[in-house]
Each structure stands twice: as C-alpha cells, then as structure tokens.
C-alpha cells in the first residue's frame, strides 16, 4: 500500500543547493558571489524590476493608464431568506433598521439584496432595496407582500 512518507519525486534528478561563503576553493567563497560594495551586496536588498543601473526607471518611463470604478462601488448587503425565517416572526417588518438590531448589518451599508437561498414559512413584511428574480417567484408564490424602495442618485 501507498503512503505519503514512501512518495519520492521521480519526475527530475535531485539538485543540492548551492553553499555560499564556504571558502575560497568552493567558488562562491569571499563575497558569496554578491560582489563588492554596493546596495547588491548589503544584507535585505530588493531590486525592483526595471531598475537600469543609473538610467531612468523604466516603471517610471511608463505611463499610468486607466481607471477602475470598483473601488467606489456602493455594494449592496446580501440577505437570505433563512435568515429571515430564524429571525423573524410573523408579522415583523423587514428592513435596514431590524436588519440591525437583529445583528444581521453591521456597519455603513448602501442598501439590502434579498436573495433566495432558503425557504420562507413566516408572514412578514419586506422592505428592501433589491431581490433577485427567484426570491420573487418565491414571495409571490407564498403571498408575502414586499416593497423595493429606490434610492435618489446621489
């Protein structure tokens, strides 16, 4: 039988690693191999691609370009309805304010998205700002009443 500790890399031969600073004889002795003097030499040096040695950067010679929106993107907060059917009971209205006090939202939020992960049994209330297309057929098959508001752009 096959075990992990048997398992042995067949796909190419075996190479050591080289030993620097070993002395002289070794051919990476001395200097290791780094030079003399310099930043290259120094212990922690990190070279950033496109350095040219004295020329201009190259990273710097490039233009920026474009612009990704993603990051001011106002996302709206996931909510399932299992969620709902744990936290709620019947009769209790669904939006921004309970979402919180029942400890669903923490944080600044653009707005709620009710999705349809789950099942629904409670009557409750919905107010909230988006709902995927299933969550729909789903409320509207149950006869839970919902509102979507709309936002003012801002």
Not at 121 to 147: H, N, P
């Amino acid at each position: 039988m096959m075990q992990l500790h048997t398992l042995t890399n067949t796909s190419r031969p075996y190479k050591g690693r080289r030993r620097v600073g070993r002395g002289t004889s070794s051919g990476m002795g001395k200097t290791c191999g780094r030079g003399t003097k310099g930043s290259g030499s120094r212990a922690g040096y990190q070279r950033r691609e496109g350095n040219e040695g004295g020329q201009f950067k190259l990273y710097m010679k490039l233009p920026v370009r474009g612009f990704c929106n993603a990051k001011f993107a106002r996302r709206l907060d996931p909510i399932n309805l299992w969620q709902l059917e744990k936290f709620y009971e019947d009769g209790d209205l669904v939006n921004i304010e309970t979402l919180r006090e029942k400890g669903l939202l923490k944080g600044e939020t653009w707005g709620i998205k009710l999705l349809g992960d789950g099942e629904l049994t409670k009557k409750v209330a919905i107010q909230v700002d988006a709902m995927s297309a299933g969550t729909r057929q789903k409320l509207d098959a149950l006869g839970i009443s919902y509102t979507l508001t709309v936002k003012a752009a801002e």
